[in-house]
Structures are given as structure tokens and as C-alpha cells.
């Protein structure tokens, strides 16, 4: 069992960047999308807030929530609200973990040690991803929390196999196993930006950068800015700058569902499958003896014209069936998208680019700003639909569940469904 993410915000005396936020505050996660926008160099800012091919399905990740409506209850005592629960039985301040994001470090310098130490202070869990700019070592020698390892299966299985080790001396809590990104979706963006870690020192980088003082300023005072749970690890890697090149030479594209059982028997902990989005996915999930799984299409960045998360969830929870636990990513930018994932079944949710844009915005003080944001809309929303505790939500909030709810809570009323 874990220690991971049990303490409430930190009681730190607030940093330069808290006092920016005391003294301008964001009032929204949009508001750090703006601020992040300016700060973040154009190729990483892009990286972060684009989808795949068309952007359809990234645009429905959000724009579907507007779908699905809470239902309003008044003269409900609010006191003594707790927004406490667990992830694969582990204690979180609230259900909102922060996802895997790959070059989180080329947001911020050191932006996956901030981000982590964010999180800890806020009790929740933080996701390193495989590609990473901060390896596992400097996450964990730079904090004093279990984090969770995302990882990548790639050909060279003596690699994986010693990632997986790497994670376990860590101390990592537990294993997200990546499902949907064995190939890359195209993001257009990064191709026209020629997005390389760290940039390339071409004119229209070099111009795009002097603006960007304070990031520019933060990357001279870090030694961090490749991937360095790969550089000086995998074997016969090449180019490491160009994180496209790189994944069509290593991540391996014959990943089937006897490598997840290799990849659980390896690792021998809690195990999180993400990237579910398919019913007919379920029976072979379930057969690998995971925990948990996360109902995500990679934040729209894969599959383009595949459903939104939010509406591919209700079919996902059915097929479960109470079996495991199902986790839900994509899209989320507000407490009130928190609370209606919950509503339809997830039993904790992801923020990626959430915490991203906060990261961008103002470094740790960004994340924890991000984590506030989320964490004041979600209590004020559950406790006007008419709940104090944040594990009782379930279908009954929902007004109108869209795209055939299976969330049926006793005693709901017809309109739920
Ligand atoms: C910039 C960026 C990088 C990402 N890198 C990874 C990664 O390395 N591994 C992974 O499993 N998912 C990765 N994802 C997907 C996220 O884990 C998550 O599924 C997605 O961001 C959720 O959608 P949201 O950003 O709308 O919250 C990435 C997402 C973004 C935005």
C-alpha cells in the first residue's frame, strides 16, 4: 500500500510565481492556457494544445461535456464536504491524478520535478511518462512522494525490462501501461515547427526564443533537456531530437495483449491499462489481471474521428461491469468535467493538458494554481447538485446522462437515464 498523495495543499510560504498568482489570479484553466501561451516557446506550446490530423476528435474531448447536464438540488446542508477518495486503492485528496505527458521539461525547465512536487503537495498522484525530459531518478532523488511510471513498449525488450526495474527501485506506485501509441497519429503542427528536444538553433527558433526570456533563462539553469530515461539507456538510438523519427525507429508496433502479461509478470504491482476506448477491447483488458483501466484516446493525439472519451465512457463502464476500475482521461478543464466523468462511471479521472498549461504558465506554482482551480469547481459543483461527498456521485446527479448512461444509481429518477 502506498503512502502516495495523502497531504492537503502545502503550507509553504508562497514563491515569487505564487505571489504572481495572489496578485493576478487565474480564475480558470483557460485563463493559464493564455498565460502559458505567451511563455512556452511556439514549438512546445503547439506540441502540448494540438490533436491529430483534422483536431476532431481533440475538439469533441472537450466540447462533448457541454452534452451531458447535472441536475441543480437546493436546501441540501453543504457542510462538511470531503472531496477524499481512492485510486487503485490508493488515498487522493481528490480523484484528479496528472497524466503522462511526454517533454513536460520543455513546458518549464524541470517541468516533470515541479509538476510532481505540485502534485504531492496537493495529494493526488503525478504520471511520469516514459518520454520524459526528467528522468525516473531525477523525479525521485527531487521528491519525497511515490509518483506512477507510464511506460512505452518498445522493441528492445532488454531496455523495457530494465525501465520497468528502474521504476520499481524508484519506488513507483504504480505502472500505466500505454495501449494506443504503438504508431503516431500526425500532428501537423509539430511537423511545420520541426518540434526537436532541445530546439534546433534555426532563425525562426532562434527569433520565436527571444521572446521567451524566462523560459530561456530557466533552461540555461537546468542540465535537463533531452530524454533522459532513454539517452545513455536504449541501445542504437540515433536521434533522440526527433521525437517522431525516434518512435517509428523503437516503440514496437507487434504489441499485443500476451506483452501486457510479460509487462505485468515484470513488474508485479499495481498495473493501469490506458488507452481503452472499445467495448470489445474489455474481456482481453480484464484477462491480464489489471487493476484498473484509463478510457482514453491519448487527449484526440491518436485516432482522429474516434468518440470523445466522455461519450465512449458509459459503454466502457457497462462492459466492465464493476470488474476493475475504470479511470477516464480526455478533455477535462474544469471541476465540473471532473465531476460529470465521475457521474458516468469513472472512479478517478487525468488532466493533461490542464496541468500542462499551468506548468507552462507559472512552473510548480502553475500546477498547484491548475490543481486549485479544479479542485474549488468540483467541490462548489458536486455540493449544488446536492452531494457532501465526492465518492457518493453517480448518475442520480445527472440531469440528462447523453449517449445511454449504464450508470443506473438505485433509485434514480426516469430522467437520469
Ligand atoms: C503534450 C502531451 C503529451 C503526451 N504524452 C503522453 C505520453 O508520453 N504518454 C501517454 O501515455 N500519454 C501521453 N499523452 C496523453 C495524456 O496522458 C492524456 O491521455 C491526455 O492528455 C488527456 O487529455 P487532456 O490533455 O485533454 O486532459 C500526452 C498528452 C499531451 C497533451
Redesign the pocket.
Known amino acids: 500500500m502506498s503512502v502516495h498523495a495523502t497531504r492537503m495543499p502545502s503550507s509553504r510560504p508562497p514563491s515569487g510565481m505564487s505571489r504572481f498568482f495572489a496578485a493576478k489570479p487565474a480564475t480558470c484553466i483557460e485563463d493559464l492556457r493564455v498565460l502559458a501561451e505567451k511563455r512556452v516557446p511556439r514549438m512546445f506550446y503547439d506540441?502540448?494544445?494540438s490533436g491529430s490530423y483534422t483536431e476532431g476528435t481533440?475538439r469533441a474531448?472537450?466540447a462533448d461535456f457541454a452534452a451531458v447536464k447535472l441536475r441543480q438540488r437546493v436546501a441540501v446542508d453543504m457542510r462538511n464536504r470531503t472531496l477524499a477518495s481512492t485510486m487503485v486503492g490508493q488515498p487522493v485528496s481528490m480523484p484528479v491524478a496528472l497524466?503522462?505527458?511526454?517533454?513536460?521539461g520543455m513546458q518549464h525547465a524541470d517541468g516533470e520535478i515541479l509538476a510532481a512536487r505540485a502534485a504531492a503537495a496537493a495529494g493526488v498522484p503525478f504520471?511520469l511518462?516514459?518520454?520524459?525530459i526528467c528522468s525516473i531518478e531525477d523525479v525521485a532523488e527531487n521528491t519525497d512522494r511515490p509518483f506512477w511510471f507510464?511506460l512505452?513498449v518498445m522493441r528492445d525488450r532488454d531496455f523495457i525490462g530494465r525501465l520497468i526495474d528502474r521504476a520499481k527501485a524508484a519506488g513507483c506506485s504504480a505502472l500505466?501501461l500505454?495501449l494506443?501509441?504503438q504508431i503516431l497519429g500526425q500532428r501537423h503542427k509539430d511537423i511545420k515547427n520541426g518540434l526537436s528536444t532541445p530546439p534546433k538553433p534555426t532563425v525562426r527558433n532562434l527569433i520565436n526564443l527571444a521572446t521567451k526570456p524566462r523560459w530561456c533563462m530557466g533552461m540555461l539553469g537546468t542540465k535537463r533537456r533531452t530524454f533522459r530515461n532513454i539517452a545513455g539507456h536504449a541501445q542504437g538510438v540515433t536521434d533522440l531530437s526527433s521525437l517522431s523519427a525516434w518512435t517509428v525507429e523503437q516503440f514496437d508496433p507487434t504489441l499485443t495483449w500476451d506483452d501486457v502479461k510479460w509487462v505485468r509478470d515484470r513488474w508485479g504491482g499495481t498495473l493501469i491499462l490506458?488507452?481503452i476506448l472499445d467495448p470489445e477491447d474489455i474481456p482481453p483488458a480484464l484477462a491480464t489481471g489489471a487493476e484498473a483501466l484509463?478510457v482514453?484516446?491519448?487527449?484526440?493525439?491518436q485516432l482522429d474521428g474516434a468518440p470523445s472519451?466522455i461519450e465512449a465512457l458509459p459503454a466502457i463502464v457497462d462492459a466492465v461491469g464493476g470488474r476493475m476500475e475504470v479511470l477516464f482521461?480526455?478533455?477535462?478543464?474544469s471541476g465540473q468535467d471532473v465531476l460529470k466523468a465521475l457521474a458516468l462511471g469513472a472512479k478517478g479521472t487525468?488532466?493533461?493538458?490542464?496541468f500542462?498549461y499551468g506548468l507552462g504558465a507559472g512552473g510548480e506554482a502553475g500546477v498547484t494554481e491548475a490543481l486549485t482551480i479544479i479542485r474549488k469547481e468540483l467541490d462548489v459543483s458536486m455540493a449544488m447538485c446536492g452531494l457532501r461527498d465526492v465518492t457518493q456521485v453517480d448518475g442520480r446527479i445527472l440531469a440528462r446522462a447523453p449517449y445511454g448512461s449504464p450508470v443506473k444509481a438505485a433509485g434514480a429518477p426516469d430522467s437520469t437515464r
Do not use: E
Not at 511518462?129 to 520524459?132: L, N
Not at 482514453?296 to 493525439?301: K, M
Not at 487525468?350 to 490542464?354: D, E, T, V, W, Y
Open positions: 506540441y502540448a494544445d481533440y474531448n472537450t497524466a503522462p505527458t511526454g517533454l513536460t504520471t511518462s516514459t518520454m520524459s507510464q512505452y500505466v500505454t494506443d501509441l490506458k488507452g484509463i482514453s484516446n491519448h487527449g484526440g493525439r472519451s482521461d480526455g478533455g477535462i478543464r487525468f488532466i493533461g493538458r490542464a500542462l
